[in-house]
């Protein structure tokens, strides 16, 4: 039974977190999601990198206004949705963002209960 | 029968391993420490190349090919289908529009790479560091200098050939053997548009009462100018100079200075201080012009006893053939404002530009597309124009050997129809239209919505133009026109609330872009010369008259609306 003052917390979750050029977050969303991201969280920044400056005129082609993506996976899918990202936003070109991945200690979101029930009590 | 399908067993794990991409791990600290004694980027493969500048140069394009290619259409449609007559040379015309397009992306990047760190840079230090003696004289001399730069300027020049030296000899003197004088004149007016533009920063002026005192003694003379039998042919072109000016150069420059000036005095807060230069750089010119114009009837009485200007070489010399004339026309456009700015930063605000290579690479493609846009102006969108102001007066008139296409009432209905329909449609794809209308709505908190400024600009205009059109048709006098319209002007300025007198003013000078700009103008000249027109100029300025009255009305209407909810409320 669920009680009422009781949070259920997920762990081994991942943040992955990309940095894109304005515009290209629906590329990255999309790529996730196709890969198994439930969902994404958008923003906008700015911001120019290290190797902008070594990217002589063609630097101008590269927007210092950013978009930022995050995305929250379970540990065991979060590399595949990793790798499909990187490939989409075609990361392996200079000046076109980057993308990382940090360990979550825990989140807590809505849970279905019966989901929930599922799992039983752990603690 | 179905063929029993053959199973394949994979292992799970060869199958990942096939599917993922390998990870090789590699120490952040070791690349940082290799990445920073690094200075070029090598070994940038060529889909790097295409993945970079593939997106960045089709949004550019694809930005003016919206502006340009469905006004092009509708002429060369309008053309087609309406008055049966073809396009002659389309190939010609077809690469013009090319040029066009590609010249104005690569100006306007240029622009922005080139030219807009610089005042930038300027506009947030000048103030500080000099006094508003210098501050002043840098702002004349930018908005001098700007209109140089301006890509619609280049019509002006091209324009004279449509002028009859008969019945407006003085105006045909100007255009033809003092077009550098013109050009003068024009930048001289925008100068000390920017000037007193500056000043009302200092000063915190009242939009209101500054539209006020320019406007009257402009309106005075040019009155006087309408009387005067020899100076009235001139009057139309004065006041099309106006809707020249406010380009896509100078008011990013001018605007980017007034920032930093109005910064320094305090008043930064000011939401409407973006408003009102654009304004004044759309009738300080026109003073200017009519001032030449009296000059000249003064200094030559009688232009026909002139010595007609000798005919040039027969041998070009290479500067002069197609390509390197473009080039050098283009640079003596662009160099004194890069050379302006590049003086004025280096010992006035005494700091050097960071990212030379990127400045370096603006000018030149500015220089490139400022040369793309004037030969695009020369062969495509002038005898486009030309050829649809040549060929509408077919519609209501009898060409030779032939019977006009529709009953006359049609054929002038059908044709002011058409100059509407031209200028509705070239001010809705405008862009800087769009973006006043997103701040108009969000400083007015959403009581003149975006829909409806850029609706109220866009009729104005489509009237203006329309009557500009029957001016020439009917070969009215401009004068008239231009007191009556005005003085309706000036009377909705002294009686509506301050913001909308900025507003309106101003949504004249933004419907101009490069492109209408040069069409309309042409459109004028060829459809003057097709029903024997003396001249014909004066469309601009009721295009620019147009909007300034429809905004004012519907600020009048938004304000009563607002008066009689409070009242209803109480």
Same mark, same amino acid.
């Given at each position: 039974?669920?009680?009422?003052?009781?949070?259920?917390?997920?762990?081994?979750?991942?943040?992955?977190?990309?940095?894109?050029?304005? *515009? +290209?977050?629906?590329?990255? @969303?999309? /790529?996730?999601? $196709?890969?198994?991201?439930?969902? #994404?969280?958008?923003?906008? %920044?700015?911001?120019?990198?290290?190797?902008?400056?070594?990217? *002589? +005129?063609?630097?101008?082609? @590269?927007? /210092?206004?950013? $978009?930022?993506?995050?995305?929250? #996976?379970?540990?065991?899918? %979060?590399?595949?949705?990793?790798?499909?990202?990187?490939?989409?936003?075609?990361?392996?070109?200079?000046?076109?963002?980057?993308?990382?991945?940090?360990?979550?200690?825990?989140?807590?979101?809505?849970?279905?209960?019966?989901?929930?029930?599922?799992?039983?009590?752990?603690? | 029968?179905?063929?029993?399908?053959?199973?394949?067993?994979?292992?799970?794990?060869?199958?990942?391993?096939?599917?993922?991409?390998?990870?090789?791990?590699?120490?952040?600290?070791?690349?940082?420490?290799?990445?920073?004694?690094?200075?070029?980027?090598?070994?940038?493969?060529?889909?790097?190349?295409?993945?970079?500048?593939?997106?960045?140069?089709?949004?550019?394009?694809?930005?003016?090919?919206?502006?340009?290619?469905?006004?092009?259409?509708?002429?060369?449609?309008?053309?087609?289908?309406?008055?049966?007559?073809?396009?002659?040379?389309?190939?010609?015309?077809?690469?013009?529009?090319?040029?066009?397009?590609?010249?104005?992306?690569?100006?306007?990047?240029?622009?922005?790479?080139?030219?807009?760190?610089?005042?930038?840079?300027?506009?947030?230090?000048?103030?500080?560091?000099?006094?508003?003696?210098?501050?002043?004289?840098?702002?004349?001399?930018?908005?001098?200098?700007?209109?140089?730069?301006?890509?619609?300027?280049?019509?002006?020049?091209?324009?004279?050939?449509?002028?009859?030296?008969?019945?407006?000899?003085?105006?045909?003197?100007?255009?033809?053997?003092?077009?550098?004088?013109?050009?003068?004149?024009?930048?001289?007016?925008?100068?000390?548009?920017?000037?007193?533009?500056?000043?009302?920063?200092?000063?915190?002026?009242?939009?209101?009462?500054?539209?006020?005192?320019?406007?009257?003694?402009?309106?005075?003379?040019?009155?006087?100018?309408?009387?005067?039998?020899?100076?009235?042919?001139?009057?139309?072109?004065?006041?099309?100079?106006?809707?020249?000016?406010?380009?896509?150069?100078?008011?990013?420059?001018?605007?980017?200075?007034?920032?930093?000036?109005?910064?320094?005095?305090?008043?930064?807060?000011?939401?409407?201080?973006?408003?009102?230069?654009?304004?004044?750089?759309?009738?300080?010119?026109?003073?200017?012009?009519?001032?030449?114009?009296?000059?000249?009837?003064?200094?030559?009485?009688?232009?026909?006893?002139?010595?007609?200007?000798?005919?040039?070489?027969?041998?070009?010399?290479?500067?002069?053939?197609?390509?390197?004339?473009?080039?050098?026309?283009?640079?003596?456009?662009?160099?004194?404002?890069?050379?302006?700015?590049?003086?004025?930063?280096?010992?006035?605000?005494?700091?050097?530009?960071?990212?030379?290579?990127?400045?370096?690479?603006?000018?030149?493609?500015?220089?490139?597309?400022?040369?793309?846009?004037?030969?695009?102006?020369?062969?495509?969108?002038?005898?486009?124009?030309?050829?649809?102001?040549?060929?509408?007066?077919?519609?209501?008139?009898?060409?030779?050997?032939?019977?006009?296409?529709?009953?006359?009432?049609?054929?002038?209905?059908?044709?002011?129809?058409?100059?509407?329909?031209?200028?509705?449609?070239?001010?809705?794809?405008?862009?800087?239209?769009?973006?006043?209308?997103?701040?108009?709505?969000?400083?007015?908190?959403?009581?003149?919505?975006?829909?409806?400024?850029?609706?109220?600009?866009?009729?104005?205009?489509?009237?203006?133009?329309?009557?500009?059109?029957?001016?020439?048709?009917?070969?009215?006098?401009?004068?008239?026109?231009?007191?009556?319209?005005?003085?309706?002007?000036?009377?909705?300025?002294?009686?509506?609330?301050?913001?909308?007198?900025?507003?309106?003013?101003?949504?004249?000078?933004?419907?101009?872009?490069?492109?209408?700009?040069?069409?309309?103008?042409?459109?004028?000249?060829?459809?003057?010369?097709?029903?024997?027109?003396?001249?014909?100029?004066?469309?601009?300025?009721?295009?620019?008259?147009?909007?300034?009255?429809?905004?004012?009305?519907?600020?009048?209407?938004?304000?009563?609306?607002?008066?009689?909810?409070?009242?209803?409320?109480?």
């Amino acid at each position: 039974m669920r009680q009422r003052d009781e949070i259920v917390v997920l762990t081994d979750a991942v943040l992955i977190t990309c940095i894109v050029q304005r *515009g +290209v977050a629906d590329t990255v @969303v999309d /790529a996730a999601t $196709e890969a198994g991201a439930q969902g #994404a969280t958008i923003f906008y %920044a700015r911001g120019t990198g290290v190797r902008q400056k070594h990217l *002589g +005129v063609l630097g101008i082609t @590269v927007n /210092a206004e950013k $978009e930022v993506i995050y995305i929250v #996976a379970p540990a065991d899918h %979060a590399d595949h949705i990793f790798e499909r990202v990187y490939v989409a936003a075609k990361l392996d070109t200079p000046g076109m963002g980057m993308i990382y991945m940090s360990p979550l200690e825990k989140m807590a979101t809505y849970v279905p209960p019966e989901i929930a029930a599922r799992f039983g009590h752990h603690g | 029968m179905t063929e029993p399908v053959i199973q394949r067993r994979l292992r799970y794990g060869e199958f990942l391993s096939a599917v993922r991409v390998r990870q090789r791990r590699v120490s952040y600290k070791d690349v940082h420490a290799d990445a920073g004694s690094r200075q070029t980027a090598r070994g940038l493969r060529l889909i790097d190349v295409h993945r970079l500048l593939t997106p960045y140069v089709s949004v550019r394009f694809f930005e003016q090919l919206r502006a340009v290619v469905p006004l092009a259409l509708f002429l060369a449609l309008f053309q087609i289908a309406a008055l049966r007559a073809d396009v002659q040379e389309g190939e010609l015309i077809a690469f013009g529009m090319l040029a066009v397009m590609l010249g104005l992306m690569l100006f306007m990047d240029g622009v922005k790479y080139g030219l807009m760190p610089f005042s930038e840079s300027i506009g947030f230090n000048l103030p500080n560091r000099s006094t508003p003696a210098v501050v002043l004289g840098f702002a004349f001399l930018l908005g001098g200098v700007a209109t140089f730069a301006e890509p619609a300027i280049g019509a002006l020049r091209a324009a004279g050939g449509g002028v009859d030296p008969l019945r407006a000899p003085w105006l045909h003197l100007l255009l033809t053997r003092y077009p550098d004088r013109l050009v003068f004149a024009v930048a001289i007016g925008v100068g000390l548009a920017v000037v007193v533009g500056m000043l009302r920063y200092f000063f915190g002026w009242r939009m209101k009462t500054l539209v006020v005192a320019t406007l009257l003694p402009c309106l005075a003379l040019t009155a006087y100018a309408g009387f005067d039998p020899k100076l009235a042919p001139i009057v139309g072109l004065a006041w099309d100079c106006g809707a020249i000016t406010t380009g896509p150069v100078t008011v990013p420059l001018v605007l980017a200075l007034g920032i930093g000036v109005a910064a320094a005095a305090g008043q930064e807060d000011n939401p409407l201080a973006g408003f009102g230069i654009v304004t004044l750089a759309s009738l300080f010119p026109a003073f200017a012009v009519i001032l030449v114009g009296i000059g000249l009837v003064g200094e030559v009485p009688d232009p026909a006893l002139l010595a007609p200007i000798v005919g040039a070489d027969a041998t070009v010399a290479w500067w002069d053939e197609t390509p390197f004339a473009e080039l050098v026309a283009a640079l003596r456009a662009i160099a004194p404002l890069i050379l302006l700015l590049w003086l004025v930063q280096r010992f006035l605000v005494g700091e050097s530009v960071k990212q030379r290579n990127i400045i370096a690479y603006g000018v030149v493609v500015a220089v490139l597309g400022m040369a793309l846009f004037n030969l695009g102006l020369t062969v495509g969108l002038i005898p486009l124009g030309n050829q649809a102001g040549a060929t509408v007066p077919a519609a209501f008139s009898a060409g030779i050997g032939s019977d006009p296409l529709y009953p006359y009432p049609i054929g002038i209905g059908l044709t002011l129809v058409f100059a509407a329909t031209l200028g509705y449609g070239a001010t809705i794809a405008e862009p800087a239209l769009n973006a006043m209308g997103v701040t108009v709505e969000n400083l007015t908190d959403g009581a003149f919505p975006k829909k409806l400024l850029i609706q109220a600009v866009a009729i104005g205009v489509a009237l203006g133009i329309a009557v500009g059109v029957a001016k020439i048709v009917f070969h009215w006098s401009i004068l008239p026109l231009l007191l009556a319209g005005y003085t309706v002007a000036l009377a909705g300025t002294i009686w509506s609330r301050e913001e909308y007198v900025a507003l309106a003013w101003d949504s004249a000078g933004v419907t101009t872009g490069p492109v209408t700009v040069p069409l309309v103008l042409a459109l004028g000249l060829g459809l003057g010369k097709a029903v024997g027109a003396a001249e014909g100029f004066g469309i601009l300025a009721m295009a620019s008259l147009g909007p300034i009255v429809s905004v004012l009305l519907v600020g009048f209407w938004i304000q009563r609306g607002a008066q009689r909810a409070a009242r209803g409320e109480v």
